[in-house]
């Protein structure tokens, strides 16, 4: 079954792929690695393992998540509500910086999670929570193919976000 696939993006722009074998992903949660691989059926997993460091060192060094998941025909509308129900409690852990749901213009069955965190061991806590697993668990009969996880190391600082309303 297709479903998971995770990039670690790193500091130096370096991937390593390895394919169809659970990978610990360094300092990348194992958590993480897991669900998906559950989500996945342990099937057809293709994973990137951060060899260096996402974050130099740093253990507080806030991180970004970029998931991209690929709606099936149809199902497009159940894969947007169950993603919008990961929003609300995801918003509320303690280490989330921002949990945005984009969804692709020009092909409604591309939808983007744009998630920023405090530190690793906060997305390690969320990769750990009861929802997200259920999602990941079930995420086989609303996704059509592999979901692309990427990991950034944030460079800039986060600024409040401004009141953009006219």
Same mark, same amino acid.
């Given at each position: 079954? @297709? &479903? ?5 993006? $790193? ?20 958590? %993480?690695?897991?669900? !998906?691989?559950?989500?996945? &059926? ?14 130099? &060192?740093?253990?507080?060094? #806030?991180?970004?998540?970029? %998931?991209?998941?690929?709606? +099936?025909?149809? $199902? ?25 749901? @984009?969804? !692709?213009?020009?092909?409604? +069955? ?9 530190? #690793? ?6 990769? %750990? ?9 079930? %995420?086989? @009969?609303?996704?059509? +193919?592999?979901? @692309?996880? +990427? ?16």
């Amino acid at each position: 079954m @297709e &479903g998971c696939r995770i990039d670690a993006c $790193m500091t130096r722009h370096q991937f390593v792929r390895l394919s169809h074998v659970p990978v610990y992903l360094g300092l990348v949660a194992l958590v %993480a690695f897991v669900a !998906f691989v559950g989500a996945c &059926g342990g099937g057809n997993t293709r994973a990137a393992s951060a060899v260096d460091s996402l974050d130099s &060192g740093n253990p507080n060094t #806030k991180l970004t998540l970029i %998931a991209t998941l690929y709606a +099936k025909p149809g $199902m497009e509308g159940e894969l947007e509500k169950r993603i919008l129900a990961l929003v609300a409690p995801s918003r509320a852990e303690a280490g989330c910086i921002n949990y945005d749901l @984009e969804q !692709f213009d020009d092909d409604p +069955k591309i939808f983007v999670l744009y998630e920023n965190w405090r530190s #690793k061991a906060d997305l390690d806590a969320h990769f %750990a929570t009861p929802y997200l697993k259920d999602f990941l668990a079930h %995420a086989g @009969e609303v996704v059509a +193919k592999d979901t @692309e996880i +990427k990991f950034y190391t944030m460079r800039t600082h986060q600024v409040a976000p401004r009141d953009v309303s006219p």
